[in-house]
């Protein structure tokens, strides 16, 4: 099973991004065996669909981009929303270098936690948790 990272779930799903062939290409040949996305990155999708930053004019509403994230996870391979079956392990968490791993590491445990490989486009999960993660170029 894989667990998409929102780097590579976004891209997915918005067709002006610049890497949206590379990660659509990806899921579609994957989706067979399992995918989903972790709670945090349904909403971060949400946040960032909605984004003018990220947008530029074609700004979602909340409705169109919650049901952007909804129709990407239906169909007749359906991803799934997953939750973390136990809280942060603080062990883990000792490893961050930097604020900016911290959601890094949290999505590893849930990816494990469900038997899932993390999927990414970020290079420094790929390079500290390489038996954890796989790269979508």
Known sequence: MYLLDNDVFLAAIYAGHEFH???RKWLD???GHGWGIAAETWLAAVRLLMNPAVM???VLSARDAILAVKTELAGPQPGMVVLPRNPPEASRFLQAEGHRQVMDLWLVQIA???NAKLV???RGS???WPDDTVAVR
């Open 21 to 23: 062939r590379p990660a």
């Open 29 to 31: 040949g994957r989706k």
């Open 56 to 58: 530029g004019s074609g």
């Open 112 to 114: 494990h936690e469900h």
């Open 120 to 122: 990414t486009r970020d």
């Open 126 to 128: 790929l390079f500290n």
